[in-house]
């Protein structure tokens, strides 16, 4: 029996922490706006500069720093945005997606060349 209450307690408490870091994770004000940066000297002309956006920390909103990283062939950065959903903001997280339309780099064919 003692067990048994022990674990009803236990089971009860947790579901109280999970619901009230559910409810931290879902701010209802909207972020600052975005911060204006310099990013630094770019390493390569393979990396490309990813901003920095205000994450939110269960009580107010930090901002993370841009940085560079090297990019990815054949895909484009979509940047992260912070997005209203009903009385709350959720954060849509920034992605690598497949580039469409693009054309590849290098020389453009003559006419009249070796594919002809």
Not at 34 to 50: D, F, K
Not at 54 to 64: A, F, L, N, P, S
Request: charged share 20%; glycine share 12%; net charge positive.
């Amino acid at each position: 029996m003692r067990k048994t209450v022990l674990a009803l307690l236990s089971l009860l408490l947790s579901l109280i922490l999970a619901s009230a870091g559910a409810a931290l994770a879902q701010p209802r004000v909207g972020p600052p706006p975005p911060r204006v940066e310099s990013p630094t000297l770019q390493p390569s002309s393979s990396h490309i500069w990813i901003t920095g956006y205000w994450k939110w920390t269960g009580i107010h909103y930090e901002w993370t720093d841009g940085r560079w990283v090297k990019a990815k062939p054949g895909r484009i950065w979509v940047p992260g945005a912070w997005e209203q959903v009903g009385s709350h903001w959720a954060w849509k997280p920034g992605k690598w997606v497949k580039a469409k339309g693009l054309k590849p780099k290098g020389p453009k064919p003559r006419p009249g060349g070796p594919d002809k």
